[in-house]
């Protein structure tokens, strides 16, 4: 929090893509015309959307879940709660955090496996 409170102005943060310095981007999205695309549709934040604890009902997570490791930095220890809490975990080898648009291949593969682990085969009958 202390991070973001320093690139806030007015209460609110710049843009996601220029937290992590001016290469961050460049390298997490390769392809130009998509960093670009994907830039222009980043909102800024309120600093106060981070200040906030996300209450949870009871029994939220006694429904299926699972856990789809993109980026092992920083996400490496909710992962590993994941898998504590009995939940299938998969990470997709070589995964950025914003695989979702660089490789929205892979991505619908591993929650597609994910699913089927969690709900089983379709009934074909």
């Known amino acids: 929090m202390e991070r973001l409170r320093a690139l806030a102005s007015d209460g609110v943060l710049p843009k996601w893509s220029s937290w992590f310095g001016e290469d961050a981007m ?5 392809d130009e015309r998509l960093r670009a695309a994907l830039e222009r549709e980043m909102r ?3 600093l106060s959307y981070f200040e ?3 209450s949870l009902p ?5 429904r299926p879940c699972a856990h789809l490791l993109l980026a092992a930095e920083p996400c490496r ?8 809490r009995g939940w299938p975990v998969v990470e997709i080898p070589g995964a950025r955090h ?3 648009a660089t490789d929205p291949t892979a991505v619908t593969e591993a929650l597609l496996g994910l699913e089927r682990r969690l709900i089983g085969p379709a009934d074909t009958h």
């Open 52 to 54: 906030v604890e996300a």
């Open 44 to 46: 800024r934040l309120p």
């Open 98 to 100: 914003l695989a979702t």
């Open 26 to 30: 460049g390298e997490l999205v390769p």
């Open 58 to 62: 009871d029994g939220w997570d006694g």
């Open 77 to 84: 220890e909710s992962a590993a709660d994941a898998g504590r």
